[in-house]
T-cell receptor, first 115, second 113 residues
Framework: DAGVIQSPRHEVTEMGQEVTLRCKPI?????LFWYRQTMMRGLELLIY????????DSGMPEDRFSAKMPNASFSTLKIQPSEPRDSAVYFC?????????????FGPGTRLLVL | KQEVTQIPAALSVPEGENLVLNCSFT??????LQWFRQDPGKGLTSLLL?????REQTSGRLNASLDKSSGRSTLYIAASQPGDSATYLC????????????FGKGTRLSVIA
């Protein structure tokens, strides 16, 4: 298996622009997680899905952030409009059978810079 | 609300030394405690997962222990090598609340040849 795939790997954009991050989880995994990592705050959970359904989005910082999972093999995280403070590395992770508390497999991340 | 702390934030040791990384958590009601490794510019890789009913897990030169009552976990690395240089994060999965995993900020390890 190719592991969790994220695109793009790097994104540089200007303040106010829309940013869309993409994730393909490991085939067969039924839980998907979006994280944000910064030096100051470490790794923070933004939202997670179970069987394509959002379970908890309390980590989403503001209404500017939204996430979707239209099917089991694809998810997006959108920021509109983007701001410089959104600059961070965004990770997607997936796991098998969340109910059994399996470990999570992380993608390589998308490094976002908002100017 | 679960909080996970890792001390020290950074550690530098000579090659061959045995070392211990520390992790503490505030809520002892956990499903499991996990240790991850993160190389620069990369994602996280799971190293060890200790279920709440277990006291330790071993994988090669790595041994992780769990003491729920004191809210502590340690990661022991034997005979360290330069290839072990990375950031090590621990994460606790709580029984309560909606957050599946709460991560510490990590310990950045440098093993000097």
């Amino acid at each position: 298996d190719a592991g969790v795939i994220q695109s793009p790997r790097h994104e540089v954009t200007e303040m106010g622009q829309e940013v869309t991050l993409r994730c393909k989880p490991i085939s067969g995994h039924n839980s998907l997680f979006w994280y944000r990592q910064t030096m100051m705050r470490g790794l923070e959970l933004l939202i997670y899905f179970n069987n394509n359904v959002p379970i908890d989005d309390s980590g989403m910082p503001e209404d500017r952030f939204s996430a979707k999972m239209p099917n089991a093999s694809f998810s997006t995280l959108k920021i509109q409009p983007s701001e410089p403070r959104d600059s961070a590395v965004y990770f997607c992770a997936s796991s098998l059978y969340y109910e059994r508390q399996e470990t999570q497999y992380f993608g390589p991340g998308t490094r976002l810079l908002v100017l | 609300k679960q909080e996970v702390t890792q001390i020290p934030a950074a550690l530098s040791v000579p090659e061959g030394e045995n070392l211990v990384l520390n992790c503490s958590f505030t809520d002892s009601a956990i499903y499991n405690l996990q240790w991850f490794r993160q190389d620069p510019g990369k994602g996280l890789t799971s190293l060890l997962l200790i279920q709440s009913s277990q006291r330790e897990q071993t994988s090669g030169r790595l041994n992780a222990s769990l003491d729920k009552s004191s809210g502590r976990s340690t990661l022991y690395i034997a005979a360290s090598q330069p290839g072990d240089s990375a950031t090590y994060l621990c994460a606790a999965m709580s029984l309560s609340g909606n957050t599946p995993l709460v991560f510490g900020k990590g310990t950045r390890l440098s093993v000097i040849a």
